[in-house]
């Protein structure tokens, strides 16, 4: 059992060791220790074996002891056995001495980390602690600086707080020093904490007493702004002293603003301008936040414009009157001197404004009304005592276009007050010019009474178209001479010198196409026309104008009357189509509608009413739905009717009736037999007893043909020649005559109709010799053919003119012809 626990002890250690699986494995520490450890014990023997036998010998030598007795040998021999079994033992007890060893140093290196361990576990239980007590520390030391920080906010948001609670003081004493100037940082730094502090008050209403030291931040407010208006009053009295002192001594002379304006009223208040620049723009900056700051700069503005209300408005205002006194006759002078001043004025007045303030004012707009107010009260008086149509047409041209367009519209922020002015004059000017345009209409157009020459027609256009032709001629003989036809001595000569210009210019013009050949109330009223379209407002215009052509057209239809009962038919008719015409011609410009609206009452349903009144008395005042009165008030309501007035289209409608009445006596002046035997025969029943009849026999059918052609004959040529002579214008003439023209060959195609229709023989048709339609259109050519090929006197004149006008033969081209036939009078 020794053996096997022997054995099994060694196979054990040997597989302490073993390469597959180990007991007892070692790590590369331990395996160097046991390494160490061999050589040691190695190097031990090594030196033993060298010098063995020697100290062996000597050993030998010192312990052999005598041996005397056998008990001495027998002690000595067990001795010796003892010594050599010891020594045999020796590897084997000294491994055994070193594995005691190892174990003591194992069982004390044991009880060292037991200890340690011991120790181990005090420190990890002392550390645990110490942690819990640090981690406790810690937590604490947060809270508390935690407790600390917030502590701190509170502390700095109460001391925070109360900061504006304890400024008043401060910022009074500082308001109250007197080296504090108002024109300094530090004096707007106390403003600023003046005003942060009333903004924290207002925001903070609920706490305790807020409203108190709210009352004393204002009281502190308004005593800075007090200091401010002491301040600026003070600077703007010195400036203006300055100012009004030169001004005393230089005297009141109507010249003194122009000469002395930029030198004395702009300089001082200029210079002066530094001093108050930084503190109406530190006021303007708060005055857009804060109400008291926006008072105190108009109450700023306000003094300011007093003061320039002081310097510069007598100086102004004495300027104005001096030019009124100097240019009292000329009102075009007048106005345009004053307007020119006063935008001087206006635009210095704003540049110095804004050497003080930033943005313009109502205070500043006040102060330059007023300057212009002169204006207005200086000038409005001589404009309406104008009675002049051009000076008010030219006064007006000046306000709105030289004035208002030119320079206003150019500069409409300083000088707003001057376009404002103007306007106003513009507007007096406007209606004195309606005033005395209505005036003058009334007077010069309506109730004109012509005078003798003006009436004198044809003989009046004879003479001038014989003039003309004498200037013309006199032209082409000397051309160079014809600077001595002008002469400016009297108004014939200047017509004169107009018919040499146009003879010149278009040399078979009519002296019917001259202006100076048109009658009088159609010159005047185009004349103001023109003016007053330059001048007046478009609305205003157009009311002006049908009025105007009404009365024109009233005019022209009664000196028509007029040249009628003085000459012939003819003459009227056609003096009054030729001046529509021109009336018509000359309005076709003007870019204005000319129709006004014209509103009315109708008082029909009032008649109406009325006669239903009385229709029913018993229904008067009864009570059922049927009540007479109560319908006659309901019913009884006038209504008011708007009724629109064209100028254009009453010349169109007064020129066609003009055309038709002419081609309607024209007609009857060349076939007026033949036009009542036709429509006397086309009355008569039955047709075919008509040749029965004494009046329509074929004798006196022939005499009524005959007659008819002989009027043709004799009337023809001279019509055509007034119309030549009046209208001046072949195209227009064709239009005319070519009705006519038809009439006259309609009645003779109604006479041959007739002829057929009635039953009369072909000796009867022989016996009236009525000609054709293309017969009698041959005759009235030949017949106009014969008035421009010899000289003809004009329908109704009587003695005939020394020279008369040759016109030319001319055919009507094909595209007048379309043309005529195009249009309708």
């Known amino acids: ?45 090594d030196e033993g074996g060298e010098n063995g036998p020697i100290e062996k010998e000597t050993v030998d ?32 007890q000294c491994y055994y001495k070193q594995l005691e060893d190892r174990r003591n140093e194992c069982i004390s290196l044991n009880e060292q980390i037991n200890e340690a361990m011991s120790d181990l576990h005090k420190l990890t239980e002392q550390y645990n602690f110490v942690s819990n007590k640090t981690n406790a520390l810690h937590n604490m030391s947060e809270q508390l600086l935690a407790d600390q920080n917030k502590l ?53 209403s609920n706490y305790k007493e807020s409203h108190t030291y709210l009352v004393k931040y204002r009281h502190l407010q308004n005593r800075a702004i007090s200091v401010i208006r002491s301040y600026v009053n003070h600077v703007l009295d010195h400036a203006t002293e300055q100012v009004l002192g030169p001004q005393e001594d230089a005297g009141s002379e109507e010249e003194e603003y122009v000469d002395t304006a930029y030198a004395v009223f702009f300089g001082k208040f200029q210079a002066a301008a530094p001093k108050l620049r930084k503190v109406i723009g530190e006021i303007e900056q708060r005055a857009e936040t804060n109400s008291d700051y926006a008072s105190l700069l108009s109450d700023m503005e306000r003094e300011y414009a007093s003061r320039r209300r002081r310097v510069a408005g007598g100086a102004v205002g004495g300027a104005v009157g001096g030019a009124a006194r100097r240019l009292a006759r000329d009102s075009c002078a007048l106005l345009r001197a004053c307007c020119s001043l006063l935008a001087h004025a206006c635009r210095d007045e704003c540049a110095l404004y804004h050497h003080f303030f930033t943005q313009s004012s109502q205070a500043l707009e006040e102060y330059l009304q007023s300057l212009c107010n002169g204006l207005y009260e200086t000038l409005r008086p001589h404009i309406i005592h104008i009675n002049h149509l051009e000076t008010l047409a030219e006064l007006c041209v000046i306000l709105r276009i030289e004035v208002i367009e030119e320079q206003v519209n150019n500069d409409p922020v300083s000088l707003r007050a001057l376009g404002m002015c103007a306007g106003a004059l513009l507007q007096d000017a406007a209606e004195r ?20 020459g003006d009436l004198a027609y044809p003989n009046k256009l004879l003479m001038m178209e014989q003039i003309a032709l004498s200037i013309q001629e006199q032209s082409l003989k000397r051309s160079d001479s014809r600077n001595s036809m002008v002469s400016d001595v009297s108004a014939t000569s200047q017509e004169v010198a107009n018919i040499n210009v146009e003879a010149q210019r278009r040399p078979h013009a009519s002296p019917a196409d001259l202006h100076g050949m048109w009658y009088p109330t159609v010159r005047r009223t185009l004349a103001a026309l023109s003016r007053l379209y330059r001048c007046l407002e478009k609305r ?34 056609l003096f009054q189509i030729k001046h529509l015409l021109i009336l018509r011609e000359q309005i076709a410009p003007f870019q204005v509608d000319f129709v006004i609206k014209e ?116 009337h023809l040529a001279p019509l055509q020649r007034s119309m030549q002579l009046y209208l001046a214008n072949k195209e227009t003439e064709f239009i005319l005559f070519k009705p006519i023209r038809n009439n006259v060959v309609g009645y003779f195609v109604q006479i041959e109709q007739l002829l057929v229709n009635a039953g009369y023989s072909y000796e009867d048709t022989l016996i009236v010799a009525c000609p054709t339609p ?29 020279v008369v006008r040759k016109p030319s033969v001319t055919s009507v081209p094909e595209k007048l012809e379309e043309k005529a036939t195009a249009e309708t009078v």
């Open 1 to 45: 059992m020794d053996t096997m626990s022997l054995k099994e002890i060694q196979s054990k250690l040997l597989l302490w060791e073993s390469s597959e699986n180990p007991l007892a494995p070692l790590n590369s520490d331990q395996r160097e220790a046991i390494l160490d450890l061999e050589s040691l014990i190695l190097g031990v023997n």
């Open 61 to 92: 030598q010192k312990s052999i002891p005598s041996v005397d007795t056998t008990y001495d040998f027998l002690e000595w021999y067990e001795r010796l056995c003892d010594d050599n079994m010891k020594t045999e033992d020796v590897p084997y």
């Open 152 to 204: 701190s906010g509170i502390g700095d948001d109460i001391k925070k707080r109360l900061h504006y609670f304890t400024q008043v003081e401060h910022l009074s004493q500082r308001l109250n020093s007197p080296t504090m100037s108002v024109n300094s940082d530090a004096f707007f730094n106390v403003l600023a904490k003046i005003d942060e502090c009333l903004d924290y008050m207002r925001e903070n």
């Open 433 to 452: 010019l309606v005033f005395r345009a209505h005036v003058h209409l009334r007077a010069d157009v309506l109730l004109y009474r012509p005078a003798p």
């Open 540 to 573: 205003v215009f157009q009311g002006l104008a049908q009025e105007a052509i009404s009365l024109c057209v009233q005019s022209v239809d009664t000196a028509a009357r007029l040249i009628t009962a003085n000459a012939t038919s003819v003459d009227g008719e």
């Open 599 to 714: 509103t009315t009452l109708d008082f029909s349903n009032v008649k109406n009413a009325a006669y239903g009144l009385i229709q029913k008395p018993r229904q008067i005042f009864s009570l059922s739905s049927n009540n007479a009165l109560l319908e006659f008030l309901l019913e009884g309501t006038p209504m008011v009717r708007e009724h629109l007035l064209d100028s254009r289209k009453e010349v169109d409608r007064q020129l066609k009736s003009c055309c038709e009445t002419f081609i309607k006596n024209a007609t009857e002046l060349l076939a007026g037999p033949m036009a009542v035997f036709t429509e006397k025969a086309q009355t008569f029943t039955p047709i075919d007893q008509l040749k029965s009849e004494p009046w329509a026999t074929p004798e006196q059918l022939a005499v009524v043909v005959k007659e008819v052609q002989k009027r043709i004959k004799a």
């Open 774 to 802: 293309e017969q009698i259109s041959v005759f009235i050519s030949s017949a106009s053919l014969i008035s421009h090929s010899e000289p003809v006197l004009p329908y109704g004149t009587k003695a005939k003119p020394s």
